[in-house]
């Protein structure tokens, strides 16, 4: 017998990096919260097979990188002695340590939390299916469905073969395959990709695309793409897999593209990093009145209200980028409007980071953008070059760009390559939504010497005044 549980204000759907926030925030708002998730503590698939244990792992890559590159600086070190079982138990305790707090945090909040698989019986009620057995009932006033995404496959690709991995496989670093292949060169798959070749493994990437990052700055762009050739075995533009059959030896994979030399290779494992689908099937939201668009996303207005009145919608199913950051801006934004509250999701930016090493980072309108519709800007580049931190830190392949409304000079976008590039955009993403111009940049001073200096000036090259970049002055109209 299913048992009718009582009438909860709101119920989060999904406990990811939208889910959780939403309900710590409506509960903070005063609003009775219930968060139904599949794992025992908040996190979703950021914290526990994305975001962080991604993250971990891409620390471990660049210090690998750093005790080769050190014989550079006169400092010889032996060559790393990798206990995986250790590596991958700290990735695991990092995970752990984060989950473990976001459940006390939720406790903390008096947020009630069930273990289970929700879908909709109706526009106010849930049916749970409890990881730990039976069912119940939950009818609500409100809900956020939060569910996010999942890798995107292929079903002619061997999914089920131990050797094809997508990225959740790839975390679980069961061992470091002597060849990879990554399908995809978007930032997932050159992510695991650096972190495998960092670890030992002769990686390849094959992109069908003419470009990897297709979304991303080209001048951005050029800079990984320069490092990626020197610790890649192989990057493969223009080229597509059309069939991949495991043998007992590995998996033959068969290409296809003009630039194809090899047309046919054997890998230890493939890794297949295509992108993410939305996670908005088998949701009974068919019972409701929420309309999903031909992607699967589901649609939602600036308060991230779905056309059902009680269900809003947040994150990666809601709508692109798919992107944590986001995903946590919406869920706030949705929880206070629940509350009674007059927002609306309207950021003038949201900022993206590909955590390569060098990481690129970019927020508002790009230069790519800028051309394709036809929007006149003003270019400011600043290189790394001539950065006496980046020299330091012999990481001088850097570069810092500002992209500038002409005549207002107002910064329209800021795009970041080097060291450190995530940690960097924060001060440009502040500057697009405060519609600051390049002179507010210029006239703060920055400490030196750092890598944030670079803003500064990327700012003066605008204004023909950096101390360490001439720039021709521009003749008089």
């Not at 406790?107 to 939390?113: D, G």
């Not at 803003?455 to 109209?477: C, D, G, I, W």
Request: with cysteine; aromatic share 4%.
């Amino acid at each position: 017998m299913t048992e009718t549980l009582e009438r909860t204000q709101l119920v989060v759907v999904g406990g990811g990096p939208g889910g959780y926030p939403a309900a710590f925030m409506a509960a903070d708002l005063g609003i009775q919260v219930t968060l139904v998730d599949l794992e025992k503590n908040p996190g979703g698939v950021c914290l526990y097979r994305g975001c962080i244990p991604s993250k971990a792992l891409l620390h471990v890559a660049k210090l690998l990188n750093e005790t080769r590159e050190a014989k550079n600086w006169g400092l010889d070190f032996a060559e790393p002695k990798i206990d995986l079982d250790k590596l991958r138990a700290w990735k695991d305790q990092v995970v752990g340590q984060l989950t473990g707090g976001t459940g006390q945090l939720a406790k903390a909040r008096k947020v009630t939390s069930i273990q289970g698989r929700a879908t909709f019986v109706d526009a106010n009620t849930l049916n749970i299916e409890k990881v730990e057995g039976g069912e119940v009932l939950l009818p609500f006033e409100h809900a956020i469905v939060a569910t996010g995404s999942r890798p995107a496959t292929v079903s002619a690709f061997p999914m089920d073969s131990a050797r094809v991995m997508d990225s959740t496989g790839a975390l679980a670093l069961e061992d470091i395959p002597k060849t990879l292949l990554v399908v995809g060169g978007g930032y997932i798959g050159l992510e695991l990709g650096s972190v495998y070749a960092a670890l030992g493994s002769k990686v390849s990437v094959v992109e069908m695309l003419p470009n990897l990052l297709a979304g991303a700055d080209r001048d951005l762009v050029r800079v990984l793409n320069k490092r990626l050739k020197s610790i890649m075995s192989e990057i493969m533009l223009e080229t597509k897999v059309v069939e991949m059959k495991e043998e007992e030896a590995g998996i033959r994979v068969k290409f296809e593209g003009e630039k194809v030399t090899e047309p046919e290779q054997l890998f230890d494992k493939v890794l297949v990093a295509i992108g993410r689908r939305p996670n908005s099937e088998n949701l009974g939201l068919e019972n409701t009145g929420v309309k999903i668009t031909a992607k699967g996303f589901i649609e939602v207005d600036e308060q991230r209200r779905t056309a059902e009145p009680s269900i809003y919608a947040i994150g990666d199913v809601a709508g692109e980028p798919m992107l944590a950051h986001k995903a946590t801006h919406e869920g706030k934004v949705a929880a206070e409007v629940i509350a009674g509250r007059r927002v609306a999701f309207e950021p003038s930016t949201i900022p993206a980071v590909v955590f390569t090493d060098p990481e690129i980072a970019w927020c508002g309108l790009t230069e790519n953008e800028a051309n394709e519709k036809e929007i006149p800007v003003e270019i400011a580049r600043f290189p790394w070059g001539a950065s006496g931190r980046a020299k330091t830190l012999d990481r001088d392949d850097g570069l810092t760009k500002l992209v500038i409304e002409p005549e207002t000079e107002r910064i329209l976008g800021v795009g970041i390559v080097g060291s450190g590039a995530g940690e960097l955009i924060s001060e440009g993403i502040l500057a697009v939504e405060m519609a600051a111009v390049a002179s507010d940049l210029k006239l703060s001073i920055h400490p030196h010497p750092t890598l944030s200096e670079t803003l500064m000036e990327a700012s003066e090259v605008l204004a023909n005044q950096s101390t360490h970049v001439y720039r021709p002055p521009r003749s008089k109209r």
